[in-house]
């Protein structure tokens, strides 16, 4: 049977909606989400949805670079001649113990498990991103026993090390590596399809560029040790022999050059645009149990995100010219360097987007805001790869302090992602190499 033959009928659509399960899902994004799985201990998720995977019938596999750390692959395989597309979300939430430490209220149950109140799921894990791991999930299921027929495979992947800690120091490989183990990893181990849905939030709109990002150590370099007693204090903060001091004039130039640094790099593309962001995560100096003499060296860590038409060279150089141009002996140091993309080839994608959304809620979906297109999300590496890949997925961001969602919104996304699978997998397969 050929793809333009095998084209699903209204009928097919119809059972896959009647075949998605408000309870189910909600039982699913909840069960899922309220296993805690800070990164590096993703396993867990990855061992329920292998189980869940193969109770429903699926083909799965668990594929890693870490035997302990398994991304989690469900396969739907088709009769051949139409798109192959994977429906990607990962498995690892923001702040595990040792971060939480560092929080205002530690032991929130928000950042651990999650709950339904009301109409509302709740939980830092459900938000980012099991609950849109289970809608993918779920709409594959209603897609197999929708009866439909389908030309292309359809995939569904849970992902490690998707949150961004990276490592630096003391925080070393194999604990602290992030992007290396999750999409990228099952990529380049055979893992590929014509195009990729990374389900995050958008808040139904849709995105085909997300920024990179690379990291920056700034060492502020201090005087010699003083004792207390003999501690000096200058008028200028840069002639201070405490690295300590000195730094604040530091932080107050980056500062400045991140404010001036997202108006000038805004990239715009059909979709939005994309604002490049700079952030000080971390400062560390001096001996907490030594706080009698000044410190010699501080140390500042930097997230400086990049649009597509930027490198890491390019702004190691803007860096270099803002710090130089201060009265303080620094050193500047690049500790990682990922890339950001625009995706190329990926008309065919939205085009079934696009009339996925309509059929449900019978407008256009829109331009996904800024910040959606300005984090790092895994569509990066599979863009990097050459599959036309978006972000597009249901309200609520973490990242912006939000940890709850409608279950009205979840259903509505699983219901899009079951009739983009079937339209998109059935339209016959036409791409070939990587487009310009």
């Known amino acids: 049977m050929t793809a333009a033959s095998s084209r699903p009928t209204p009928e097919h659509y119809e059972a896959a909606m009647a075949a998605i399960d408000t309870d189910e899902l909600v039982d699913l994004s909840l069960e899922l989400a309220q296993i805690?799985?800070?990164?590096?201990?993703?396993?867990?998720?990855?061992?329920?949805?292998?189980?869940?995977?193969?109770?429903?019938?699926?083909?799965?596999?668990?594929?890693?670079m870490f035997a302990d750390r398994t991304n989690v692959v469900g396969r739907l395989r088709g009769s051949g001649g139409g798109n192959t597309v994977i429906f990607n979300a990962h498995m690892d939430?923001?702040?595990?113990?040792?971060?939480?430490?560092?929080?205002?209220?530690p032991d929130n149950p928000i950042y651990t498990?999650?709950?339904?109140?009301?109409?509302?799921?709740?939980?830092?894990?459900?938000?980012?991103?099991?609950?849109?791991?289970?809608?993918?999930?779920?709409?594959?299921?209603?897609?197999?026993?929708?009866?439909?027929?389908?030309?292309?495979d359809l995939i569904v992947t849970g992902v490690a090390g998707e949150i961004g800690q990276e490592p630096v120091d003391e925080f070393t490989a194999p604990g602290y590596l992030s992007k290396e183990v999750g999409a990228r990893y099952l990529i380049t181990h055979g893992i590929i399809g014509d195009y990729a849905v990374v389900a995050e939030a958008t808040s139904f709109g849709v995105t085909w560029?997300?920024?990179?990002?690379?990291?920056?150590?700034?060492?502020?370099?201090?005087?010699?040790?003083?004792?207390?007693p003999y501690?000096?204090?200058?008028?200028?903060?840069?002639?201070?022999?405490?690295?300590?001091?000195r730094v604040a004039p530091v932080i107050e130039a980056l500062t400045d050059w991140g404010r001036r640094y997202e108006v000038e790099h805004e990239y715009r593309f059909d979709g939005g645009r994309c604002v490049p962001k700079v952030n000080i995560g971390a400062i560390r100096g001096g001996q907490p149990f030594l706080s009698i003499v000044s410190a010699e060296r501080c140390y500042l860590y930097l997230d400086v995100r990049l649009t597509p038409a930027q490198t890491a060279m390019d702004v190691q150089a803007e860096l270099t010219?803002?710090?130089?141009a201060l009265d303080v002996p620094i050193q500047l140091e690049?500790?990682?360097?990922?890339?950001?993309?625009?995706?190329?080839?990926?008309d065919e994608l939205l085009d079934a987007t696009a009339v996925a959304h309509r059929a449900e809620f019978g407008t256009e979906p829109g331009e996904a805001e800024p910040q959606m297109s300005s984090m790092w999300r895994d569509t990066n590496p599979f863009i990097e790869m050459g599959i036309p890949a978006i972000t597009y997925g249901p309200t609520?961001?973490?990242?912006?302090?939000?940890?709850?969602?409608?279950?009205?919104?979840?259903?509505?996304v699983t219901r899009i992602y079951a009739r983009l699978a079937l339209d998109l997998c059935n339209r016959p397969r036409t791409r070939r190499g990587i487009p310009a």
Not at 36 to 64: H, I, K, M
Not at 93 to 104: F, L, S
Not at 396 to 411: H, K, L, M, P
């Open 36 to 64: 805690d799985s800070p990164p590096g201990q993703e396993q867990p998720v990855s061992d329920r949805v292998f189980e869940w995977l193969t109770d429903n019938g699926f083909d799965a596999s668990q594929v890693g």
């Open 334 to 346: 690049c500790t990682l360097y990922r890339r950001g993309y625009e995706a190329v080839g990926v």
């Open 321 to 324: 010219e803002v710090l130089g």
């Open 396 to 412: 609520g961001s973490v990242g912006g302090g939000r940890y709850s969602a409608e279950i009205a919104d979840f259903v509505a």
């Open 209 to 228: 560029v997300e920024a990179g990002k690379a990291f920056f150590k700034v060492t502020v370099l201090g005087g010699s040790s003083r004792y207390t």
């Open 93 to 105: 939430v923001a702040w595990g113990p040792e971060e939480r430490r560092w929080m205002h209220d």
């Open 231 to 245: 501690v000096t204090h200058p008028e200028r903060l840069a002639d201070h022999g405490n690295a300590l001091v």
């Open 113 to 152: 498990s999650a709950w339904r109140e009301g109409d509302t799921l709740v939980g830092n894990g459900l938000i980012n991103d099991k609950g849109p791991l289970a809608c993918t999930l779920i709409a594959a299921k209603a897609v197999a026993a929708s009866g439909a027929p389908l030309a292309g």
